[in-house]
């Protein structure tokens, strides 16, 4: 009886089973759009419930389900589908487009808009351009992404400032970055740092490429005017990732390892070489000179070693969406002791309280510590030092100790042993709320910060600084933000679309920062703190800024074929004088949607035709904090008479106000052969006008002999250009391509009360080889032109002013012989998808640009004890020569290096800087784990491949030693970028 009873029950409970899970099978399919081909990454969803999936390259999906119960299938741009599950086990779905969800919505200044109803010049940089890139800052993810944008890294030094431009240089003594906003914050991009390492360090290096979104590239005045008195230079718009309504949680893991090493290098004499060319320069013999020998420039670099860990988890229900990510760097970079160490959080959440309430909040914190080095223009500084260091020189004793080598620094012994660190802990955030009147109007208010605490410690020991030296600067930045809007969106009869903004900002920034330094330590155990036994240095600054704006917008747009639209900000600031703290800035600007027209009807090639056009005004208030007022410094650098005193540094000018752009913009954007080409082309005029700048005055007070006040203009034209093709599209392969092109020409207008030339024109003069110029641009070469060795003499010769050969060239013999700013600026893309593998490279490129390659004025000088290029071994001996460097017994052979266009060289280049090749493993692979959704392994090499000119073999084009608006296009043993080749997975549960 037990047995059978037994069986019984097992036979029941089988039964049981079987019915309760009878209904639930795996449901497989493929999703497709309205031409057929499968869609990849479409959502498919059991209403009702978390359960869900995306659909893999070729549009398949597999979801376990019950009978009954429904399946959701959603793509951007096609409308959403609903199919009950039956009793086949296989759902195939084609979805067909949304006309209206195909709008897509850019996101520009205080607000959003819909692509088709834009006016504006704005270049978007979404997530499927930026997403494999191994980038150490924002700045990374732009270059050669948008038209009419040009990013040049200053340096290969990890956290160094970079030079960013749109649509040229707006300005010549004030500040030429553009305003950038990350959610709603404009950043404070004030270089904090004191300096060390050379170089300044990068203000958006504390944001994390990894939470970035998209970019907004907003760039003609109809976009930055609402941005008022800092929209002159562009502004970049930052979005962060966040999550959607009814998304099931999505977890990602995304690890990677990449190595790096250097672009390029000088090729340096070795020990042998130099001896025997010092030796044959002064008729010697190489045993004359010291012996042994050390190859410096290949010890100072080695293959740097980065690994990234990066985690978030996004989703979403009904009323709540959320995104939180966190993110690890541990970077070494290819140049000895220069190392990167960053830890970063971030929170996103929004949250619908009700029906009238909607508020949010948008964290990040980071964390950097940069173990920094000398850059550039120093004997400090590791390339600097290894390429000018007499090659028979060695960095250890017969015992292996360090060694002081004197004038030029043992960078082997800095590193090993020096302190040189920055440290950095960066919030920034705001917290949001929005209240709904109706379904058309709303209120949004939010309050935001960006707080920087920085400290940089520099040690140096005996061996490198005798007594030692030591300081430490500590600096921490303070801004908060509150934003206050009225939004109104409207539609009447399907037919006028009114859109509005109105309202207010207000900023608050305050800076504190405290220099000390001190000498003569007890030893060199003393390495954590600066007090040393001989008096210091202490230096204690407090700045700070106050601006209010009010602002508004209206955009209004008729049967989807006309649109016009205004804005207006009047903007007052504590930067300006008493007499002009308000300014007001403003655009006006149409847009013409001809594919709408019935004319057009018939044009079946044609999707989208549209004509804008704007024109406006904007501002530049990066000048610092107190230019307008006098001002004074003291403490003991000012003594008198041993005692502290106090000195002017600058007269007031209660008349000082913004640098003022006026531009205007006409464009075109052209889709055609449904949507597989689309272009858009811009011409644009933009004249800054009542530059800032350095005055001369009569010595009447106290030595000033100059004060900031308003006078010049400047004027910047060009076109920006971006095409997209989809040029194969087919179930198992695609391939697309984008191309975006900016023209840019720069002319300076007036300089009044500046400098004059021989021959009557106005400079200012950016540095010892270029001059802002009227007439030319503000990045002009002035320099003598030289002429080569003469085969015959072996002389060097030069040209004079008149074009005539000379071997004594005087500085009155200085001609306009370049431009640092390029003819044209650049990217090229192109994507490859075959099945589950994908192929991504990308070109970035600039054309007509010269660059001052100034540490050729020590490499190439072939007297002295610094180091030599190889080059300098190609000597003039006899008649016929084609020689590099002049012969020995030549009067011209201890000028040859003097500062001509024998250090300029044709900056031009392309360069392929990101190749990425991925594999998405299969979604059928994937359901056997039971826990993975999807899963990318991949390929990427940065900076891989540099075309540039025969004569730049060591030379990086893409690095420049400033990034003020002067001087720029120069280098001086600027590190080079660094080629990188990574390996990643990426993992979503």
Not at 639 to 657: E, F, K
């Amino acid at each position: 009886m037990r047995s059978k009873f037994t069986w019984m029950l097992t036979l029941f409970m089988a039964f049981a089973l079987q019915f309760s899970f009878a209904q639930e099978k795996t449901i497989t399919g493929t999703v497709t759009d309205q031409d057929g081909l499968p869609l990849p990454g479409a959502s498919v969803l059991v209403k009702g419930t978390t359960n869900g999936t995306q659909t893999d390259f070729n549009g398949n999906y597999s979801i376990v389900a019950s009978e009954g119960e429904t399946l959701v299938f959603a793509f951007i741009g096609q409308k959403t589908e609903e199919r009950i599950i039956g009793a086949s086990s296989v759902i195939d779905v084609q979805l067909v487009e949304d006309a209206q969800a195909l709008e897509e919505v850019v996101v520009i200044g205080y607000g959003k808009q819909t692509k088709e109803k834009l006016v504006q010049s704005v270049a978007i940089v979404g997530s499927e351009q930026i997403e494999d890139i191994p980038a150490v800052a924002p700045q990374e993810l732009l270059q050669g992404q948008a038209s009419g944008v040009q990013v040049v890294n200053s340096s290969g030094i990890l956290g160094a400032a970079p030079v960013i431009k749109i649509r040229g240089v707006a300005s010549i003594n004030a500040g030429g970055r553009p305003l950038v906003v990350v959610d709603g914050v404009p950043l404070n991009d004030a270089n904090l740092s004191s300096g060390q390492g050379g170089q300044a360090l990068n203000p958006l290096g504390d944001i994390n490429p990894n939470d970035i979104e998209s970019f907004s590239v907003l760039k003609d005045a109809a976009a930055t005017a609402i941005y008022g008195s800092r929209g002159s230079n562009g502004v970049v718009l930052i979005t962060t990732k966040s999550g959607r309504k009814n998304q099931k949680t999505k977890i990602t893991l995304d690890m990677s390892t990449s190595w790096s090493e250097s672009t390029d290098l000088f090729d340096m004499m070795d020990a042998d070489q130099f001896r025997g060319f010092v030796a044959e320069r002064a008729g010697a013999t190489p045993e004359d000179y010291p012996q042994g020998g050390f190859d410096w420039a290949p010890n100072v670099v080695r293959t740097g070693l980065s690994n990234d860990l990066n985690f978030s988890v996004s989703g979403g229900g009904e009323k709540t969406t959320f995104f939180t990510g966190f993110t690890y760097k541990d970077q070494e970079g290819f140049i000895i002791g220069n190392n990167l160490n960053r830890m970063s959080g971030r929170l996103n959440l929004t949250h619908e309280a009700n029906d009238w309430l909607r508020m949010g909040v948008n964290l990040s914190v980071t964390e950097n510590r940069n173990d920094r080095v000398g850059s550039e223009n120093s004997t400090f500084a590791p390339l600097t030092s290894s390429f000018l260091q007499t090659p028979w020189v060695e960095p250890y004793d017969e015992n292996g100790n360090f060694v002081n080598t004197g004038f030029i620094a043992n960078v082997i012994a800095i590193e090993a042993l020096d302190i040189n660190d920055s440290n950095s802990f960066r919030t920034v955030g705001n917290i949001f709320g929005e209240i709904s009147f109706t379904d058309d109007l709303y209120f949004r208010t939010d309050f935001g910060i960006d707080r920087v605490l920085l400290e940089e410690f520099s040690r140096s020991f005996e061996i490198n600084s005798p007594g030692g030296y030591g300081d430490d600067y500590v600096a921490q930045q303070n801004k908060l933000v509150w934003n206050n809007s009225l939004n109104w969106n409207k539609t009447f009869a399907n037919k006028h679309d009114v859109s509005a903004v109105a309202g207010m900002s207000y900023e608050q920034t305050d800076i504190r920062d405290i220099f000390v330094s001190a000498t003569g330590f007890l030893s060199d155990d003393q390495i954590n703190t600066v007090s040393g036994s001989e008096p210091g240095t202490t230096i204690n600054t407090v700045t700070g800024s106050r601006l209010v704006g009010y602002f508004a917008r209206t955009n209004y747009s008729y049967d989807n074929k006309y649109t016009v639209e205004a804005s207006f900000r009047r903007d007052g600031s504590s930067r300006f004088g008493a007499n002009n703290k308000y300014g007001n800035f403003w655009a006006v600007g149409g847009a013409w949607m001809l594919s709408s027209e019935r004319f057009m009807e018939n044009v079946d090639w044609i999707d989208i035709f549209k004509l804008r056009g704007n024109y406006g005004t904007a501002g530049n208030d990066r000048i610092g904090d107190f230019a307008s007022l006098a001002r004074f410094e003291g403490g003991n650098i000012s003594n008198y008479n041993g005692a502290s005193g106090l000195r002017q540094l600058s007269a007031a000018n209660p008349d000082l106000q913004w640098e003022r752009s006026k531009s205007y913009d006409i464009g075109f954007e052209l889709g055609m052969f449904n949507n597989r080409v689309n272009l858009s082309v811009d011409y644009y005029n933009k004249t800054t006008t009542d530059l800032i700048l350095n005055v001369p005055i009569p010595q009447t007070n106290g030595g000033l002999n100059s004060i900031t006040d308003n006078v010049g203009e400047m004027e910047n034209r060009g076109f920006d250009i971006d095409l997209n093709t989809v040029n194969i599209r087919t179930p198992d392969f695609e391939w697309t391509t984008s191309l975006n092109l900016g023209i840019n020409e720069n002319e300076v207008l007036s300089l009044p009360g500046a400098s004059v030339d021989d021959q009557g024109r106005e400079f200012i003069s950016g540095s010892a080889s270029q001059r802002a110029i009227v007439g030319q641009s503000v990045n002009t070469f002035y320099l003598i032109r030289y002429n080569g060795v003469n085969p015959e003499t072996g002389d060097a010769e030069w040209l004079d002013k008149d074009g005539n050969v000379t071997t004594t060239p005087t500085a009155d013999d200085r001609v306009i012989v370049g431009d640092a700013n390029p003819d044209f600026v650049g990217g090229f893309r192109n994507t490859l998808k075959w099945k589950n593998f994908d192929l991504n490279f990308f070109f970035n490129f600039s054309y007509g640009n010269d660059i001052m390659i100034d540490g050729l004025r020590f490499t190439d000088n072939p007297n002295g004890f610094f180091n030599k290029r190889a080059q300098l071994l190609d000597v003039w001996e006899n008649p016929g020569d084609e020689a590099y460097v002049p012969s020995f017994s030549s009067s011209t052979f201890s000028t040859f290096a003097q500062r001509s266009t024998a250090q300029l060289r044709d900056g031009s280049f392309a360069r392929l800087k990101n190749l990425t090749l991925g594999y998405s493993v299969p979604t059928s692979f994937l359901e056997k784990s039971g826990f993975l959704s999807g899963a990318r392994i991949y390929f990427t090499a940065n900076n891989l491949l540099t075309i540039k000119a025969d004569n730049m073999d060591g030379i990086d084009p893409e690095v420049t030693d400033t990034v003020g608006n002067l001087g720029q296009g120069e280098s001086f043993f600027t590190p080079p970028q660094s080629k990188t080749y990574l390996v990643g997975v990426r993992l979503n549960f």
